[in-house]
């Protein structure tokens, strides 16, 4: 049974459905990542949404690590895939002696937590869906049936989340102001808006940065919010200084792939830039997130992720750039905002400030 903090309770009672109905395809979780009868996993390919609705059907978990890794889903989407990954191993394990599905079981868990270093959620994920396998193995339980019980909890429990995050998010906007956002926030910013709507926000204005190289602004974030119904507008990378002299932009939310117990916001590269100016601007930066991530102190102990170089010298697989053999690419796939330039992180319990960010474990929790 559901616990509500103080603070949550301004958002009671939580709609049975979480506008089901209201959710856009691209976060549906049929549509996220599907595991099917038989053991096949279907992965919706953000690489090439919305032009193409298109699944990589993955029949092992190294088929869904190489997905991961080459970007076929982004942003929250990997931790849902691995919690497919890993029921593709329980159904594999549950015929193996005892000593092989361990083995197997942590061979899955390893390969899959690895896929991105720098977003500790598949790390987290891959350990407690190897953990919910192994119990049920010891238990005489059926593995497969377990995790996939578990992976439709964990969507349930992903949107119970993100309404609160959203509802928190929304209070901090009026009415005819202009939201910036970086690159995709998952249904962190979809709940943000369905909040706007209910509350009566409705003349809300959204600015997409399209986040360059993959572009998941053009693609996702400003196609979600276009399809709940909000005014909408794509802007490149380089654009928000430009906006916000103008007063066109008057807060900026992102995503987190991760936070330090400093308060650092680890996020796709080019939030940094945005944060800042922001900052010369006296606009407020917040930060979706659940709290600081455990072990990470400081930006100092966060791995960057350095993905392909030349992936930078194209875009959705079209060459830009010029083929000049001297010419070089370079893409760090994130980068730090400094607490300093942060203004809050928009959790489920509330809003923190980067130095009382420790408080929210502190705060119980809503399941």
Do not use: W
Request: glycine residues 8%.
């Amino acid at each position: 049974m559901a616990e509500y903090n103080e603070a949550q309770k301004r958002f009671l009672p939580v709609p049975d459905d979480l506008y089901e109905d209201r959710i856009p395809f691209l976060l549906r979780p049929e549509n996220v990542s599907r595991y099917e009868d038989g053991g096949t996993v279907y992965i919706l390919d953000r690489r090439c949404y919305p032009h193409e609705r298109r699944f990589e059907k993955c029949e092992t978990y190294e088929d869904v690590a190489v997905a991961i890794e080459k970007m076929v889903t982004q942003s929250g989407g990997p931790g849902f895939a691995v919690a497919c990954g890993m029921t593709q191993a329980a159904r594999l394990a549950k015929s193996l002696s005892p000593d092989k599905a361990a083995a197997l079981l942590e061979d899955a868990r390893a390969r899959l937590a690895r896929t991105r270093p720098t977003n500790n959620n598949v790390r987290y994920i891959s350990s407690e869906f190897h953990q919910y396998a192994i119990n049920a193995l010891e238990a005489g339980k059926d593995p497969e049936l377990e995790l996939r019980e578990r992976t439709a909890e964990l969507y349930r429990r992903d949107h119970l989340i993100n309404y609160f995050v959203g509802n928190f998010a929304a209070s901090l906007v009026e009415n005819g102001q202009g939201v910036l956002t970086h690159c995709f926030a998952e249904a962190s910013i979809v709940y943000t808006y369905l909040a706007l709507e209910s509350q009566g926000k409705t003349d809300v204005k959204a600015y997409c940065c399209e986040t360059r190289p993959y572009l998941q602004g053009a693609r996702l974030t400003s196609d979600c919010i276009s399809e709940i119904g909000f005014d909408t507008t794509l802007i490149t990378d380089g654009m928000p200084g430009y906006l916000m002299s103008r007063g066109k932009i008057n807060i900026f939310f992102a995503g987190a792939d991760r936070i330090t117990e400093k308060g650092d916001v680890i996020n796709k590269v080019g939030t940094f830039p945005s944060a800042v100016l922001a900052n010369y601007y006296h606009l407020p930066f917040y930060a979706y997130g659940l709290g600081a991530d455990p072990g990470s102190k400081t930006a100092a102990d966060v791995e960057i992720e350095l993905r392909d170089p030349d992936e930078v010298l194209c875009c959705l697989g079209n060459r830009t750039a010029s083929r000049n053999e001297k010419l070089h690419g370079f893409y760090p796939a994130f980068d730090c905002t400094p607490a300093e330039f942060v203004t809050g992180i928009v959790t489920d319990k509330g809003i923190y400030s980067p130095e009382h960010l420790m408080d929210y474990v502190r705060d119980g929790s809503i399941i």
